[in-house]
Nanobody, 116 residues
């Protein structure tokens, strides 16, 4: 059974940091592109960052460049999103995504709230 389980979300003050983690099981992790998406209230889901099968780590959202880092550990079947200098506009539900061709899996998401 495929599972993507996110953890690490919570409430943080502006300027703070959080590290999200996604634990994957039930598929061949190292062959999949792993990504983090987020969906803010009233907005569409957006792609934040991807760590592809070639271990190229790409940040897609301009708003997070220089602040967020994605990393994966194929030995542990995990992908992480380190988020620094958090802003109120980073408030969203963050989702872990695994993709290989047309095969795609999603986690249930973890809520990140940036507020003083």
């Amino acid at each position: 059974q495929v599972q993507l389980v996110e953890s690490g979300g919570g409430l943080v003050q502006p300027g703070g940091s959080l590290r999200l983690s996604c634990a994957a099981s039930g598929f061949i992790f190292e062959t999949f592109h792993m990504s983090w998406y987020r969906q803010a209230p009233g907005k569409e889901r957006e792609l934040v960052a991807t760590s592809n099968r070639l271990h190229e780590n790409i940040l897609f959202a301009d708003s997070v460049k220089g602040r967020f880092t994605i990393s994966r550990d194929n030995a542990k079947n995990t992908v992480a999103l380190q988020m620094n200098s958090l802003k109120s506009e980073d408030t969203a539900v963050y989702y872990c995504n695994a993709r290989f061709g047309v095969t795609e899996y999603w986690g249930k998401g973890t809520l990140v709230t940036v507020s003083s």
